[in-house]
């Protein structure tokens, strides 16, 4: 069965810090797989995607991710994180066929000024 | 803004009792997905509908149906609510022209307390 894992439940940087967010998925197939950011109170919005082609994809909020197949990974990274930026992180993959996305429990960010 | 609404925001019940959520997709936009969130089961895919068509489902209880209206809003409803069905619930559109997967846009959630 698909399945998504954030390994970090929780993850405090300092602000202007580097980030990375990690996530591996169990997908049989080609991935297409997803970040989203959920802030306080709010729903998901999409950070960023990566269905095919370059491995690195660019996002929103100056967020990227690079998806390596040989390690079934998709971390998220950012090079220097705002206090804007607090917020849980979920990564997520698609299911062909399913029509469904399988979440990560997600990674809580907490920014110390 | 995602353009997708959700009403209500908030809806608090008692037990036994029967609810509905509302859904409006992005302008356009012809499939719905409606998820859970709670805190022991995270976010948990339920059904997705397509033009008004049931395309798939997920771990939707028996008690919970949904559906989609000409108009393609969407309502999911809620019956014999019992005090674990508390959680958000999240409604998301896509295009889905090509029958594949495509990226979900979501709503802003109902927040269901349940006493």
């Known amino acids: 069965a698909q399945s998504v894992t954030q390994p970090d439940i929780h993850i405090t940087v300092s602000e202007g810090a580097s980030l990375e967010l990690r996530c591996n998925y169990s997908?049989?197939?080609?991935?297409?797989l997803f970040w989203y950011v959920q802030s306080p109170g709010q729903g998901l919005q999409l950070l960023l995607k990566?269905?095919?082609?370059?491995?690195l994809v660019q996002g929103i909020k100056g967020f990227e991710a690079e998806f390596k197949r040989s390690q079934s990974s998709f971390n998220l990274r950012k090079p220097s994180v705002h206090w804007s930026d607090a917020a849980e992180y979920f990564c997520?993959?698609?299911?062909?066929?399913?029509?469904?996305?399988?979440f990560g429990q997600g990674t809580r960010l907490t920014i110390n000024p | 803004d995602s353009g997708v609404t959700q009403t209500p925001k908030h809806l608090i019940t008692a037990t036994g009792q029967r609810v509905t959520l509302r859904c409006s997709p992005r302008s356009g936009d012809l499939s719905v997905y409606w998820y859970q969130q709670s805190l022991d089961q995270g976010l948990q895919f339920l059904i997705q509908?397509?033009?008004?068509?049931?395309?798939a489902k997920g771990n939707i209880l028996e008690r919970f149906s949904a559906q989609q209206f000409p108009d393609l809003h969407s309502e999911l409803n809620l019956s014999s609510l019992e005090l674990g069905d508390s959680a958000l619930y999240f409604c998301?559109?896509?295009?889905?022209?090509?029958?594949?997967?495509?990226?979900?846009?979501f709503g802003p959630g109902t927040r269901l307390t349940v006493l």
């Open positions: 990566y269905f095919s082609g370059d491995t």
């Open positions: 509908y397509y033009n008004g068509e049931e395309r």
């Open positions: 998301a559109s896509s295009p889905l022209t090509a029958g594949d997967i495509d990226t979900q846009y």
């Open positions: 997520a993959v698609g299911v062909q066929g399913a029509q469904k996305l399988v």
């Open positions: 997908y049989g197939a080609t991935p297409y």
